[in-house]
T-cell receptor, first 113, second 114 residues
């Protein structure tokens, strides 16, 4: 069974700081990888996804993620965060049973002005 | 362009009551699923369906029932609510379970069982 591990549960940053959130998964075959964001009181929104090709993917709102197959990782980055990036971020993996998404526990990010 | 619609948005139940959370999608997606979100645990799969008439259990199915009579609708039933079912519930849909597709989520239902 696949599993997804997110390295940090809570991150507190100041505006303009850089953000990197770690995500590792356990499945050894072909995978689809996702980062979702949930702003306070809202539903999940897709930030970015990786299906194949260039392992560096760019998403909305200046976020990007890098797929490193050898490390089973899909880390999320943003060079300069804003207060509006305060949210919970979820890494998710789909592989093998292609309908099922396996989520990480989430990382709560708080950006202070 | 509604996407995935969940109702209600909020619900308070007493222990032992039953209720149905509604989910509808207008994208003609074959694959639909229900997740529950609890602090520190991410989203966990309750039940899923790969098409009308076909459902299967996910990671945490106990206490929940589903059916899929149409492509559009995938209701989740709580047969006898328990405080442990206090959670936020999300419905999702995607094209037939295969690679290189993304899931679309509803707005969520916040359920409190007292």
């Amino acid at each position: 069974a696949q599993s997804v591990s997110q390295h940090n549960h809570h991150v507190i940053l100041s505006e303009a700081a850089s953000l990197e959130l770690g995500c590792n998964y356990s499945y050894g075959g072909t995978v689809n990888l996702f980062w979702y964001v949930q702003y306070p009181g809202q539903h999940l929104q897709l930030l970015l996804k990786y299906f194949s090709g260039d392992p560096l993917v760019k998403g909305i709102k200046g976020f990007e993620a890098e797929f490193i197959k050898s490390k089973f990782s899909f880390n999320l980055r943003k060079p300069s965060v804003q207060w509006s990036d305060t949210a919970e971020y979820f890494c998710a993996v789909k592989g093998g049973s292609w309908g099922k998404l396996q989520f990480g526990a989430g990382t709560q990010v708080v950006v202070t002005p | 362009n509604a996407g995935v619609t969940q109702t209600p948005k909020f619900q308070v139940l007493k222990t032992g009551q039953s209720m149905t959370l509604q989910c509808a999608q207008d994208m003609n997606h074959e694959y639909m699923s229900w997740y529950r979100q609890d602090p520190g645990m991410g989203l966990r799969l309750i039940h899923y369906s790969v098409g009308a008439g076909i459902t299967d259990q996910g990671e945490v199915p106990n206490g929940y029932n589903v059916s899929r009579s149409t492509t559009e609708d995938f209701p989740l039933r709580l047969l006898s609510a328990a405080p442990s079912q206090t959670s936020v519930y999300f419905c999702a849909s995607s094209e037939a379970g295969r690679r290189n597709t993304e899931a679309f989520f509803g707005q969520g239902t916040r359920l409190t069982v007292v």
